[in-house]
């Protein structure tokens, strides 16, 4: 295991669809967050979890967007009715609780709407 | 809004030391800083972090100033390679907090 992975890594999908990310963390990370980035701006904080339990989410994440994690292990990302606006790349990170050596990111999910 | 500052871009001669500032005026004394690197479509990656010692890893330096307001991250001799944007971050470390939250970052250039 060497580190968070996400898939896919590009994704282009028809405004309207409906598109899921999938993203592995490090396998004793018991901390999940996702984050979206748009072109020029740094990462925004969509939700985490702790575990399977989703402790926050933050006001970005519309009820177009739900996000899972079954067994505290993988987790996925899922946005309805895609919109151009979505168009951004969706990071995944995950953490050991808080050891302090901060967050592990993943690659990231870059996905279009066209 | 926004906890730090830091400037835009900086460019640094390949060998030197990079030496990219950042203004937490407003730092509460639970809170650490932390510098993370984003290269160009990667995700970020960790860096360094400190409270109010200097600190220094394999990648970099961390120098805090004494009031704890601006810190400076230090890579001694900068590669082609460390071209990217750097982010400064200030957070509690606690068990409940997620409060890794990013601002724009200084886009460092390493030029030949």
């Known amino acids: 295991d060497t580190g968070v992975s996400q898939d896919p890594r590009h994704k282009i999908t028809k405004r309207g669809q409906n598109v899921t990310f999938r993203c592995d963390p490090i396998s004793e990370h018991n901390r999940l967050y996702w984050y979206r980035q748009t072109l020029g701006q740094g990462p925004e904080f969509l939700t985490y979890?702790?575990?399977?339990?989703?402790?926050?989410k933050s006001r970005l994440l519309s009820d177009r967007f739900s996000a899972e994690r079954p067994k505290g292990s993988f987790s996925t990302l899922e946005i309805q009715r895609t919109e151009q606006g979505d168009s951004a790349m969706y990071l995944c990170a995950s953490s050991f609780q808080e050891i302090g050596y901060g967050y592990t990111f993943g690659s990231g999910t870059r996905l279009t709407v066209v | 809004d926004a906890k730090t500052t830091q400037p835009p871009s900086m460019d640094c001669a390949e060998g030197r030391a990079a030496n990219l500032p950042c203004n937490h005026s407003t730092i509460s004394g639970n809170e650490y800083v932390y510098w993370y690197r984003q290269i160009h479509s990667q995700g970020p990656q960790y860096i360094i972090h400190g409270l109010k010692n200097n600190e220094t890893n394999e990648m970099a330096s961390l120098i805090i100033t004494e009031d704890r307001k601006s810190s400076t991250l230090i890579l001694p001799h900068a590669t082609l390679r460390d071209t990217a944007v750097y982010y400064c971050i200030v957070r509690v470390v606690g068990y409940n907090n997620n409060d890794m939250r990013f601002g724009a970052g200084t886009r460092l250039t390493v030029k030949p």
């Open positions: 979890f702790q575990n399977e339990a989703q402790l926050e």
